[in-house]
């Protein structure tokens, strides 16, 4: 028998993870939203001749890429169980890459540019859903969330990467300085489109679809093995009785989402919950607006590298989550992310409400207390980016691609995903506007969800590390309470197992293997 290896499986997972590039998306609209030939071109004109670019044009622009990825990450549902998870990778890039020449293309049209970053927002958030679906589908237990932490990494490096280029381009006159950075994404779309036909299908959706022949060699491969080997024969008739007993009520429906049936329901609104709670952690409210917010914090540095700072404490941030996501675990590093972020959220609003002067105060007439205020925020912000990028960035992506049987999988991820761009499009629509009333305030409101979302996951969310994904329908199944699942451990041997040794006349050659290993060490 032998031993699998995981070295394929992790270049595969790193390649599908180059969803760095709707990290790039992300983070590419905030410096643009202040260089002056984007302002000149897409604002409006004051009385004294000078261009702004006023708080409700900037919520439209930044929006309605999140309105595309609402509605994307729903979509991907109906592609991916019909084009299979690597079929809709490459629809979906196809039309990010799309929306990014029209978004290059346009001249002054602020119609233009939020239609294309609407069709971009399509790619960005089918992506999102059908990446986690891929990796839990295809990633050994072991890895799986690992790798779907990697999957997180390459968003931040995306994001960390538009605010470097913006630092060399914003220097340029005319609509280079924006035009080079959006414009960037084409290449970041032709890699992934280029290398999509080099990525095999999920052997779960093979199986789930009658390629059988197919499933075993795409297992064999990812674990390095022979397609005989016993280890492949064991994997491909877990996975077969698995989808056999989840398509015995025939095709699933969005609403079984929300049956009882193994818990879905309270599987369903954890993904739907953690998604939700994580984009009002107030990391992106920095990651959207922070060059404008920082500039009325009075610091000396400009606001293009404090951006890049964030981007680069975001990227040294996740790398630590690869290796904490399972020795920590799901749980506590949800946890002590939620006591850390709260604590910076709290003291960065207090301290800005109190010492910060009024937006459009000339630089020369700061106070050193103003300095000293505007200081303290951005270190607090930092600290706040730094907690999100080791716990609440990666960790809910992990638990949404680990939680569901592959009968209702692409639905119920495809739910969680959607949750965390409805509230992506909600936050980037009416913060500038709550934060032009209330200021840093608006701090406050993410330290009340934080400590909301310390409840929640207290109360509701189990420890699923080093679980395979048939371990974590059994956990489920039996009722443990979320406090105490880290102790859970699944039976020895499964109640499927029993039953396909009763239906089975002859010993399978795992059956021989697992016996004759028995008998030497007798």
């Known amino acids: 028998m032998g031993i699998p290896t995981n070295h394929k499986a992790v270049l595969l997972a790193t390649f599908i993870a180059f969803g760095f590039l709707f990290g790039y998306d992300i983070g590419v609209i905030s410096g643009c939203l202040i260089m002056p030939d984007f302002i000149e071109r897409f604002g409006t004109q004051n009385a004294d001749g000078s261009w702004v670019l006023s708080p409700a044009r900037q919520s439209i622009i930044t929006s309605l890429l999140s309105a595309g990825t609402f509605v994307g990450a729903l979509a991907q ?31 002054r049209s602020i ?23 891929y990796n839990g589908e295809t990633a050994p237990k072991a890895m799986r969330g690992m790798l779907l932490v990697l999957y997180q990494l390459q968003i931040i490096i995306g994001i960390f990467l538009s605010y470097v280029i913006e630092i060399g381009t914003h220097h340029i006159e005319g609509p280079a300085s924006w035009r080079i950075p959006v414009g960037l994404q084409l290449l970041w779309g032709t890699i992934l489109l280029s290398g999509i036909f080099f990525l095999p299908e999920s052997p779960r959706h093979l199986l789930g679809t009658g390629q059988g022949v197919e499933a075993r060699r795409v297992v064999a491969e990812l674990n390095s093995l022979p397609e005989d080997d016993p280890v ?31 818990l879905l329901y309270k599987r369903t609104m954890n993904g739907m919950m953690l998604q939700f709670i994580q984009q009002l952690n107030g990391q992106n409210f920095y990651y959207y607006y922070g060059d404008t917010f920082f500039k009325s914090a009075g610091t000396q540095l400009d606001a293009y590298n404090i951006q890049a700072i964030l981007g680069g404490v975001s990227v040294i941030g996740t790398v630590p989550a690869l290796y904490l996501i399972e020795t920590w675990g799901r749980r ?19 301290v800005g409400h109190y010492t910060l002067a009024p937006t459009g105060t000339d630089p020369s007439l700061l106070t050193p207390r103003n300095r000293r205020g505007g200081d303290t925020l951005i270190a607090f912000a930092v600290l706040h980016v730094f907690s999100f990028s080791i716990f609440w960035g990666p960790t ?18 495809a739910l969680g995903s959607a949750t965390n761009w409805l509230w992506n499009f909600l936050l980037s629509f009416f913060a500038p506007r709550i934060a032009e009333k209330i200021g840093p305030l608006i701090l406050l409101i993410f330290f009340g969800m934080l400590v909301f979302g310390f409840v929640y996951v207290y109360i509701f969310i189990p420890e699923t590390r080093g679980l395979s994904l048939e371990e974590v329908d059994e956990m489920y199944r039996s009722g443990v309470q979320p406090w105490r699942s880290s102790a859970w451990r699944p039976s020895d041997k499964h109640l499927h197992d029993k039953e396909k040794d009763e239906k089975r006349a002859e010993p399978t050659e795992v059956q021989e293997v697992k016996e004759k290993g028995d008998e030497e060490s007798a």
Not at 85 to 104: C, D, M, V
Not at 126 to 132: D, E, F, G, N
Not at 248 to 256: I, R, V
């Open 77 to 107: 549902a109906f592609t991916s169980d019909r084009h299979g998870r690597r079929g809709s990778i490459l629809i979906w890039s196809g039309i990010f890459t799309i929306g990014t020449i029209i978004q290059t293309a346009t001249i």
């Open 111 to 133: 119609v233009q540019i939020t239609i294309g970053r609407f069709i971009a927002g399509l790619g960005v958030g089918a992506l999102s859903a059908i990446v986690p679906l």
């Open 232 to 262: 492949v024969a064991e994997i491909i008739e877990d996975l077969e009785y698995g989808i056999r007993v989840e398509n015995e009520g025939g095709k699933a429906t969005w609403m079984e989402c929300f049956s009882h049936r193994n």
């Open 332 to 350: 506590n590093s949800l946890l002590t992310g939620s006591v850390m972020e709260a604590i910076c959220a709290l003291i960065a609003g207090l």
């Open 396 to 413: 809910p992506w992990v638990y949404l691609g680990e939680s569901f049987p592959l009968r209702v999988r692409p639905k119920a991820i």
